[in-house]
């Protein structure tokens, strides 16, 4: 595809991650992309959604877990290539194989498919704004509106204008402390990392060839001998075996020198934390939200969801409350990240079979 | 069966209960006396138990509604019979049905099915104390030692002392405020009403006949159109339904002249509440109470229980958290007896299926 003045964007949705801070929803059979968190469909079907329009987008490329690919062909049709991993080897490698598999003038917009985007036409303005910019040869992130002091999330520092609502990116912050992270807020030039970026397939494999050789090298190697089944791409397992499992942050967005970043007030939310889910949900008049078969009775700021049992809650407060067929979690809201306790006591049992 | 030195006592075993307030785990099909609660197996098997000693007792009877005869008929061997009460109409229509069943000279121990009583040599001590007084025509109650003030259950108000131990019963006072409760515990001459009797076949026949005339005639005829299958005894519905729907304590305790008390520390509770069943549980360090698969992971003061899934509480203090199959409760523990809100909202929704 050669740069042309209305050029289209393929998609390349990320759906590696089996992440466990939502357990018990999230399990490794059902991780985060693949459930219906805010209502209309999965976070993988509603990413897919937000890439549908024919006039800036392109069929998507995704790339997943070789064990999701029945359940990811029913929920994104229309897709350009599955690329199915091998072994999660973190986001660097994942987009290195999309890299190769398009063409190396294709613009590619890569994007989590677990992240929440509330504001859909926000998003493909961002998106049009950066678009002259990638074809220029530049990475460009989108910075999300940060909100409050997180302390879970990656910042972005703005340096110098490059045009409207473009600069260049000054620096990478990786989680800090809650002090710079107020400091972040309070200053206005830091914006979240949400893990968007549009890019050339050529600018991020000559940036990977220059800062994550390895990555790269394992990559080719995988994709030259991979196994294709129709749209389904299956690399090679030893040649990907042998790539560093690492960020696309930490091997390139650090490193490369043309970083753009267009800042982005779309309503963003990466969900991490049910405390997070409660934070983007529809709340009663009680600050509840309720989802499933449940009671909720003189309780109030409680994220209640059941995909199963009937819950009844009386008389409590700020509390998270999940029930699944076979587990249950109560922790109280604001302390909802310690899920990982209850997973890591799981896994120190052998109790596998619940997560 | 005539009067002796050392008559045996007939246990009339009252297993006609189907509360929620134990729910979700208390249900209709599996009412309070079936849970196994406090370990060692169910309430009624426990019941049963405590009145197996042959040197004392006789074979029990035991008076169940009719939908529970075969879990009942498993859970308690060696029964005199079962009384299978065609519909529930509270304890003085079951009283009488037994009291017909025995012989007038058979002395009966009328127990609830439900109830916890930790020192067993201390019941049977207080039942042999007991003894004289009831061969002499009393009805003798037995006074658990109030050991809070209780707003929950009835009080007997001891009289003057008949005999070492024993007292003549002054007064029956149903479900006092706080502050009479507390009034009765600091005088010490009030005891909880466990619901415990033994008396003469024949004086409850009587004091029925005198104080409860309708229920007497009624369980007459229900019995005197009984129909008899082995141990079962199917008491005749329609006659059965015309009696008043009364307790004991209303139809007769509180009318009679001749009743006694023995007061008897022997460690009884009725676990009407999850936070009566977390008062008399082991608790470990944090004060939890912990049953079936569950974490608790810096939860204090807690009862945790599930008859199913796996359970994770992270940060939580002083809260019931109980999970079966199809329902979880979260309530806080001081507060446990609203989960009849929750069962009143069910009903309201028609989900009777879960009740």
Known sequence: MSVSPSPRVT??????????????????????????????????????????????????ILVAGADQAEAIAAQVPGL?????????????????????????????????????????????????????????????????????????????????????????????????????????????????????????????????????????????????????????????AAAFAASPAQSIDYAVMEKAERVAVVPAAIGWSDIGSFAALHLVSDRDGDGNVVAGPALAIDASGCLIRSDGPMVAAIGVADLVIVATRDAVLVVPRAESQRVREAVEALKAKKREDLL
Chains 1, 2 share one sequence.
């Open 80 to 236: 350009a290539c599955l690329i199915l991993e091998p072994a999660p080897r973190n986001t660097a490698p994942a987009i290195a194989l999309a890299a190769l598999a398009a063409g190396r003038d294709d613009l590619l917009l890569v994007l989590p498919s677990d992240h929440l985007v509330r504001d859909a036409a926000g998003f493909g303005a961002a998106v049009r704004r950066a678009l002259p910019f990638a074809q220029d040869g530049w990475i460009v992130t989108f910075g999300m509106k940060a909100e409050r002091a997180e302390t879970g999330y990656g910042y972005i520092e703005r340096g110098a204008a490059l045009g409207e609502g473009v600069f260049a990116a000054a620096r990478f912050i990786e989680k800090p402390g809650p002090e710079a992270a107020a400091a972040f807020v309070a200053g206005g030039v830091h914006d979240w990392n949400g893990g968007i970026f549009l890019m050339l397939a050529a600018t991020m494999i000559d940036a990977l060839g220059r800062h994550a050789p390895d990555i790269l090298k394992a990559a080719r190697a995988a994709m030259a001998g991979a196994r294709r089944d129709g749209k389904r791409v299956h690399p090679d």
């Open 11 to 60: 998609p390349v949705i990320l759906s590696g991650g089996a992440g466990t801070r939502l357990w018990p929803l999230s399990r490794a059979a059902s991780p985060k992309q693949m459930l219906d968190l805010t209502g209309g469909g999965s976070m993988l079907a509603l990413t897919a959604a937000r890439v549908a329009d024919a006039g800036l987008f392109a069929a998507p």
